[in-house]
């Protein structure tokens, strides 16, 4: 297959997207929108020094600066339509989007009326085609029992499509032992659990979040590749990890694993967990900030050497590592291996 003809059958194929932060798919222009709102004047140049961060740090200050004009719920059902418009154009059908919950609670957003306008919004996305999940997370800054709090969030609302609680933000801030009681609270509330671990962190994190946690699915999880043993115990599991390259890239995370400067895509780890056995799904994390799209993902892998029947494995196994009724992911899987055959894929 020819590379256009590559590119144009990764965007036809049906897709899904499981690490997707909503805050992080604000594009520029939007932005100055949603400051002009709040009468704070932006300029698309002001954004676009923001998202220019070099490290993670950097990132994270990015991060808290554009949520800083998400203070209403009419702000988050805006930036909700524009995401699942830009999804659909990539053909996704599925997608799990993490919310900063715990950013709301701790600037005393009314939690309960910024998600209900997501849900319409959500409501309107499904009836084009594209099904959304929520995942609510909290930042491991913010402490313990702010993360017991958003996991109760979490619970009180998941009969309205909340789906999992997560734990991001600065993974080297509190030990996986401080929010074992917020993972408790969820569990027994019957959310799906996930952490980012192993995006700056090394391969102790990873571990702690599986061992300790009872992480389902791990975000990022590069500091496993330090740990041959760990990767056999993930490899073993099938405990997927969610790989975002260009974040990985452009928040210096890839620099950190490898052990400095000269961090490029083709030196990615993805390809070799892939190969080692590992569950590995492809996501953008924030895609505005990072100027992708999870077609972009599937080009980057491509440029990695994957082949195209890898590529389409790739894309399977998002779906069978979604979290989902098996009925429901019966059918997604039966529809993209339809479409991917039929696309030359398989």
Same mark, same amino acid.
């Given at each position: ?11 036809? %194929? ?11 798919? %604000? ?10 709102? +709040? ?15 070099? !490290? ?17 719920? !009419? ?94 933000? !600065? ?28 995006? %700056?962190?090394?391969?102790? %994190? ?13 975000? +990022?999880?590069?500091?496993?590749? +330090? ?57 953008? !994390? ?50 993209? +291996? ?9």
């Amino acid at each position: 297959m020819t590379a256009p003809g590559l590119l144009r059958a990764l965007r036809a %194929i049906p897709k899904a997207e499981l690490h997707l932060h909503l805050e992080g798919s %604000i594009a520029p222009e939007t932005v100055v929108r949603l400051a002009a709102r +709040h009468g704070v004047a932006v300029s698309p140049e002001d954004v676009a020094a923001r998202y220019r961060s070099t !490290d993670f740090l950097g990132f994270l200050d990015s991060y808290k600066w554009v949520t800083s004009f998400l203070r209403l719920p !009419d702000d988050y059902r805006l930036i909700a339509g524009e995401l699942f418009r830009h999804l659909r154009k990539q053909n996704v059908v599925y997608a799990e989007v993490t919310l900063s919950a715990g950013v709301m609670l701790r600037r005393n957003q009314n939690l309960a009326e910024n998600f209900f306008a997501l849900r319409e919004a959500s409501k309107e996305a499904a009836a084009e085609g594209l099904r959304v999940q929520w995942i609510f997370d909290t930042a491991r800054q913010f402490g313990p029992e702010a993360a017991v709090e958003t996991a109760n969030w979490a619970a009180r609302l998941a009969p309205e499509g909340v789906v999992a609680f997560g734990v991001g933000g !600065d993974e080297l801030a509190l030990s996986a032992r401080e929010l074992l009681p917020a993972f408790e609270c969820a569990r027994d509330a019957g959310l799906r659990l996930l952490a980012h671990a192993g995006e %700056i962190g090394g391969p102790e %994190i990873v571990r702690e979040a599986v061992e300790v946690l009872g992480a389902e699915r791990i975000g +990022h999880g590069l500091g496993a590749l +330090h740990d041959p043993a760990l990767l056999d115990l993930l490899a073993e599991r099938g405990l997927p990890l969610e790989i975002c390259p260009t974040s990985n890239l452009r928040t210096g995370a890839l620099a950190r694993q490898l052990g400095g400067e000269g961090a490029r895509l083709d030196r990615h780890p993805l390809k070799a967990f892939f190969d080692r056995g590992l569950r590995v799904t492809l996501s953008t !994390d924030d895609p505005a900030m990072f100027e992708t799209d999870l077609v972009a993902e599937y080009g980057a892998a491509a440029e990695m050497g994957f082949s195209s029947a890898e590529l389409a494995r790739l894309a399977e196994m998002s779906f069978a590592s979604a979290f989902l009724p098996e009925a429901d992911r019966e059918s997604y899987l039966a529809s993209f +291996h339809e479409r991917a055959a039929a696309l030359g894929l398989l």
